[in-house]
C-alpha cells in the first residue's frame, strides 16, 4: 500500500497523462469524496422538500414501493458511471469521458447537458434550503413568511440568493474547508435521520400505522377536488410514475465524486466507490427516514391539508413530537433545514469544478476568466460564483414562467426538480451507452469493475433513463413549464453548437508537455510561499 505522498505524486501522473496540471489543492481523502457526493444526493432534501409532491401523486406508496424502486435502478446507473470514473480521474468528469469514448462533439453536448443539470440542481436545492429554513427557523423568530412577495418576487427566491452568497464564500476559501463541510455534513445527515427515526417511534403521539400502509397506492386531489388519477394520462399508473420524481430528484449529484477527483487522494478507487457508495448508504439512510415519517403521520389527507411553509415532513414532525423551536418536532425541522444548506454548498463546489474543467478546454464563453484558479486559495473561484450566479437566474426564470401558465408558484419547485433530473441523467445516460458502444480501451484503464455484469447493467441504465425522461417533463399543475425549459435550452444548444462549437471547439487539449505542465504547477507553489510568508 503506498503512502499518502506516494500516492498523490501517482494521482499527478495520472492527471499529466491526462493532458493537465495539478492547480487545484488535492488534499481530500476517499471519506470526503464520497461525502461530497453523498451531501448532494442529501436524503434531508430531495426526500424532504418533495415529499407532498410524493404524497399528493401516489399516497404513502410513492416511499414504500417508488423508493426501493428508483434506488435499484440507480444503483446500476451508479455503478456503471463508477467503471469510467476509475479510468478517468479528472475534474471534467463526464464531459471528459464522452470526449475520450467517442469525439469532441459528444463531449461537448454531455457537457452542456451536465452543465444545465448543474445549474438546475444548485438552483433546486438552495431553494428548497431557502425555504425550510424561512419555514422552520426564519419565520418562527422573525417573522419571515418564505410564501409572501416583497418586490413582486417570494421571499423565498430573495432568502435563496442571500444563502447561495454565504456559499460562494465558504467555497472559495479552499479545498480544506470544502471537504471539512462535506464531511461534516455526512455525520449531521447520519444524526438526524437516527434522530428523526427514533424520536418518531420512541416518543411520537401520533399511532402507528401498520407496514401495509407503506404500499397503499391513494393519490390525492387538486386544488378543484379531482383526484390526480383522473388527471393524469393512464389514470393511477401515471400518477404513480410521476411521484417517482421524488426519489429520483433525490438520487442526483452523485457525479461529484468525479468533479473532485482532481483533488483527491487515490483518485481512481476513491471516486468510483464516490459515486457507488454515495447512492447505496443514501438508500439505506432515506429508506429509514422516510418510512418513519410515513408510518407516523396521521393520515395522507390530513398532512397535505395541513402542511404548511415547511411542508409534509415538519406538519409530521410537529404533530408528534411538538411545534416551534423549544420542542423536539421544530428542532428537528430546523436540522433538516440546516441539512438542506449543507446540500447546497456541496452542490455548488462540484458544478463549479466541472464549469471550471469545460473551461480550461475552451468550451464556455468567457472561458479564459472562468477557468482561472486562486492562487491563494487554489480553488476555481470565478466558476464557483458564475454557476452560483446562473442557479439563481434560473430559479427567477421558472417562478415569471410558472405565474405565466397559471401554475401555483409555491410549486416551482417541481418544475426545477424535473429539469436538473433529466438533463442530468441524459449526461450520465450518454456516457454509458458510450461506455459501450464507443472507444473500448478504457477497460484497460479502469481500476473498478464490474466484470461480466458492466454491459447489462448499462443496457438497464440507459433503458431507464429514456423511461422516466418524457414522465418528468410531462405538463401537468404541479409542473407545467419543465419541457418549455428544457427543449429552449436544447434549441439554443443546437444553434450554439451549429454556429460556433462544431468548427471551433476542440476538446481535451494538453495544456502542455510534462514539463510545461510541471512549470505551471511551480507557479502555483511558488504563489502559495509568498503568500504564506
Known amino acids: 500500500m503506498p503512502s499518502r505522498d506516494e500516492a498523490i505524486q501517482q494521482d499527478i501522473r495520472d492527471l499529466h497523462g491526462l493532458g493537465y496540471a495539478q492547480e487545484l489543492l488535492r488534499e481530500m481523502g476517499g471519506f470526503s469524496n464520497f461525502a461530497i457526493s453523498f451531501s448532494i444526493i442529501s436524503i434531508l432534501t430531495g426526500a424532504v422538500i418533495l415529499y407532498n409532491l410524493g404524497l399528493t401523486l401516489a399516497g404513502p406508496a410513492a416511499v414504500g414501493l ?141 399511532p402507528t400505522h401498520p407496514i401495509s400502509f407503506l404500499f397503499e397506492v391513494s393519490p390525492g386531489t387538486d386544488a378543484n377536488g379531482n383526484a390526480w388519477s383522473s388527471i393524469v394520462p393512464f389514470g393511477i399508473a401515471g400518477a404513480f410514475a410521476l411521484s417517482l420524481l421524488q426519489a429520483q430528484w433525490t438520487y442526483t449529484g452523485y457525479d461529484a465524486s468525479a468533479h473532485v477527483a482532481e483533488e483527491t487522494v487515490f483518485a481512481r478507487r476513491a471516486s468510483a466507490w464516490g459515486v457507488f457508495l454515495s447512492v447505496a448508504v443514501s438508500a439505506v439512510a432515506g429508506y429509514v ?9 396521521s393520515s395522507p389527507a390530513d398532512v397535505l391539508a395541513n402542511s404548511g411553509g415547511g411542508g409534509g415532513v415538519q406538519y409530521i414532525l410537529e404533530s408528534n413530537l411538538g411545534a416551534g423551536l423549544s420542542s423536539l ?18 452542490s455548488i463546489a462540484s458544478a463549479g469544478r466541472m464549469l471550471y474543467a469545460f473551461s480550461r478546454d475552451d468550451g464556455m464563453p468567457g472561458s479564459g476568466w472562468l477557468k482561472k484558479v486562486s492562487k491563494r486559495w487554489r480553488t476555481p473561484s470565478n466558476s464557483v460564483f458564475a454557476i452560483s450566479l446562473a442557479s439563481w437566474l434560473l430559479i427567477f426564470i421558472v417562478y415569471v414562467l410558472t405565474k405565466a401558465f397559471g401554475g401555483d408558484p409555491l410549486f416551482l419547485i417541481g418544475g426545477i426538480t424535473s429539469v436538473s433530473t433529466v438533463l442530468l441523467y441524459w449526461a450520465y445516460g450518454v456516457c454509458i451507452w458510450l461506455g459501450m458502444r464507443g472507444d473500448q480501451s478504457w477497460r484497460q484503464r479502469q481500476t473498478w469493475s464490474l466484470g461480466r455484469w458492466s454491459k447489462p447493467l448499462a443496457w438497464i441504465s440507459v433503458i431507464w433513463i429514456v423511461l422516466f425522461s418524457p414522465v418528468f417533463l410531462y405538463p401537468f399543475a404541479l409542473n407545467p413549464a419543465s419541457w418549455l425549459i428544457v427543449g429552449a435550452f436544447l434549441v439554443l444548444l443546437a ?33 502559495a510561499g509568498q503568500i504564506a510568508g
Open 329 to 346: 418536532g421544530g428542532i428537528l425541522a430546523a436540522g433538516v433545514a440546516f441539512a438542506m444548506t449543507f446540500c447546497g454548498f456541496s
Open 495 to 527: 444553434i450554439y453548437y451549429f454556429a460556433w462549437a462544431r468548427g471551433r471547439f476542440r476538446g481535451p487539449v494538453a495544456q502542455g508537455s510534462a514539463e510545461q505542465l510541471s512549470e505551471i504547477e511551480k507557479e502555483f507553489s511558488e504563489a
Open 66 to 206: 417508488g423508493w426501493p424502486l428508483v434506488t435499484i435502478f440507480t444503483l446500476f446507473v451508479a455503478a456503471t458511471m463508477a467503471e469510467i470514473a476509475s479510468a478517468y480521474p479528472t475534474a471534467g468528469g463526464l464531459y471528459y469521458w464522452a470526449s475520450k469514448l467517442r469525439n469532441k462533439d459528444w463531449g461537448w453536448w454531455t457537457a452542456w447537458l451536465n452543465l444545465g443539470g448543474q445549474i438546475s440542481i444548485v438552483a433546486g436545492i438552495n431553494y428548497s434550503a431557502a425555504f425550510y429554513l424561512s419555514a422552520t427557523i426564519l419565520n418562527p423568530l422573525f417573522g419571515i413568511d418564505p410564501n409572501v412577495e416583497t418586490l413582486g418576487v417570494l421571499n423565498a427566491i430573495w432568502i435563496t440568493g442571500i444563502l447561495i452568497a454565504i456559499e460562494i464564500a465558504f467555497n472559495v476559501a479552499g479545498t480544506r474547508i470544502v471537504a471539512f463541510m462535506n464531511d461534516l455534513s455526512v455525520w449531521w445527515h447520519i444524526a438526524f435521520v437516527a434522530a428523526i427515526a427514533v424520536g418518531l417511534f420512541a416518543l411520537g403521539t401520533q
Open 289 to 297: 427516514v422516510l418510512v418513519a415519517l410515513t408510518l407516523k403521520m
